[in-house]
């Protein structure tokens, strides 16, 4: 009793802190924008010079013209209200922001639980295989992956691939969501959910096929970061004394390096897979943009092209509110792994 009451008192503490964290991330994205040059409502004419009294008349409809502290308190009051305001921009004019980021999300999601399973899967594997086989060609090879995939530009083998699997063999599409107009019947808007929800297996595997080179893509570049991370805590519980009483008690090898060092070496990893995911939304962006993907990364980069101050700012809202609330399950996961986190 006392242990599940110690969990929901550092799970409570833990959301309180995220508050504080979500309120400077959302305050410090409004005042950013704010100083960088620029003007939103120039941007919307382009090379052309409207008169002085059009510019202005656009200024108060979109509440530029007031001091800055009502435009923040707007902005917030309507942040906790679920309105992230009206796109300004060139490209989404007139659009309401959560309409336009609710439609490109599941893309997003999509490629990064994707992508996460790659970069898991192959980082976990060399990691542990790199660890258990110290000193060895074995070892050199995995540091020599790790250290290579993870400095290799998102976009650079992104194009390889599409060169590769698509152009050459033509085994997968090179781009975008989707091929043809029979879409999955939207309830997600995740291609891959919704195709199994309505049973439909040439959907799904349709979705899937356009889901392989984007995360693959983003998920090895990724992946170097687990290599590194459980590598490094595998030869450090390799040699520990737990592990020594293991093999002399005549435990099997195998058993010592999954039962005994793979597990303690995990709990370090868990804890650091929130900063991944921080990462992993970061490198979305060039993952949408060398596949052609409608997410919300391809959003944002529109967005700051046409100066879109109101897009902007809502899909860095949003991509703040997955992080922290991704790290808040994190941290409460390590502490479930690892009861000393807690105390």
């Not at 990691?127 to 060895?136: D, Q």
């Not at 439909?200 to 595997?205: A, G, I, Q, S, T």
């Not at 520990?240 to 990893?269: C, L």
Request: glycine share 10%; hydrophobic share 50%; net charge positive.
């Amino acid at each position: 009793m006392a242990r599940g009451n110690s969990l929901l008192a550092y799970a409570i503490t833990r959301a309180a802190l995220a508050l504080p964290m979500l309120l400077i991330l959302l305050t410090a994205v409004f005042f950013v924008l704010r100083i960088l040059p620029g003007d939103p409502v120039l941007a919307l004419w382009g090379s052309r010079n409207p008169p002085p009294e059009v510019l202005e008349r656009a200024r108060r409809a979109l509440g530029l013209d007031q001091p800055l502290w009502v435009q923040y308190s707007t902005y917030l009051s309507g942040v906790f209200r679920g309105d992230l305001g009206t796109s300004i921009g060139e490209y989404y004019l007139g659009r309401p922001v959560v309409e336009e980021i609710g439609n490109r999300l599941p893309a997003t999601i999509e490629i990064a639980i994707g992508s996460i399973v790659v970069a898991s899967t192959v980082g976990i594997l060399t990691g542990v295989v790199a660890g258990a086989k110290r000193n060895s060609w074995i070892e050199i090879g995995v540091r020599l992956w790790g250290i290579v995939i993870w400095v290799i530009p998102i976009f650079w083998l992104g194009v390889i691939f599409q060169l590769v699997f698509a152009v050459w063999l033509g085994w997968l599409p090179p781009h975008g969501r989707w091929r043809g107009t029979d879409f999955p019947r939207h309830v997600t808007g995740m291609y891959t959910v919704d195709s199994l929800l309505e049973g439909n297996l040439v959907h799904f595997k349709t979705a899937v096929e356009h889901l392989v080179l984007p995360c693959l893509t983003l998920g090895l570049v990724l992946s170097g970061f687990f290599t590194s991370t459980v590598r490094a805590n595998m030869l450090r519980t390799m040699s520990a004394d737990y592990t020594e009483a293991a093999r002399s008690r005549g435990v099997p090898e195998t058993r010592v390096v999954v039962r005994h060092a793979f597990k303690n070496a995990m709990v370090p990893v868990v804890t650091v897979l929130g900063l991944q995911f921080a990462i992993l939304f970061a490198g979305a962006v060039l993952t949408e943009k060398t596949f052609s993907i409608e997410g919300i990364g391809l959003l944002l980069l529109s967005s700051v092209v046409s100066k879109d101050m109101t897009m902007i700012q809502g899909v860095v809202v949003v991509y703040a509110a997955i992080i922290v609330v991704i790290s808040l399950v994190i941290d409460i996961l390590g502490a479930v792994i690892d009861p000393r986190i807690r105390l």
